[in-house]
């Protein structure tokens, strides 16, 4: 049942941000989790989206959750957030070869990039760390 309602979550992201320009091609790689919900790992997921839409140099071609298992290897990222959770979520992405943003490399392609966010329980999550 877990795994039904994370596959529609995550049909009904992808159809909702289908029609912004880089997001078209990204791969939303399926999820389990006994330590969040669906809904909680689909909110972090759609902030990570956030940073693609509307960015017609940036072309996010993967996403996937890390998995619990490497989730404690991150908590002191909430720890020095005050805050209680931690997720973390990697990316594959290319920057285009006409791409003027100063800090990326044209005509690369990032693998395994990550975004960690952290939240207050029951609060929203944040951003506070991106990079390798």
Not at 17 to 27: A, E, I, P, Q
Request: aromatic share 12%.
């Amino acid at each position: 049942m877990k795994k039904l309602i994370s596959i529609i979550l995550l049909c009904t992201l992808i159809l909702s941000l289908s029609s912004c320009g880089t997001l078209n091609f990204v791969d939303i790689e399926e999820f389990s989790s006994e330590v969040y919900t669906a809904n909680d790992i689909t909110s972090g997921m759609e902030l990570v989206l956030e940073r693609f839409q509307g960015k017609s140099d940036m072309i996010l071609l993967r996403l996937s959750y890390i998995g619990d298992e490497e989730l404690p290897d991150y908590q002191d990222w909430a720890d020095r957030n005050n805050a209680d959770e931690v997720i973390v979520f990697l990316t594959d992405y290319y920057v285009s070869h006409f791409s003027d943003t100063p800090v990326l490399n044209t005509g690369f392609k990032y693998e395994n990039y990550m975004y960690i966010l952290v939240r207050t329980r029951g609060g929203d999550w944040e951003i506070v760390d991106q990079g390798y």
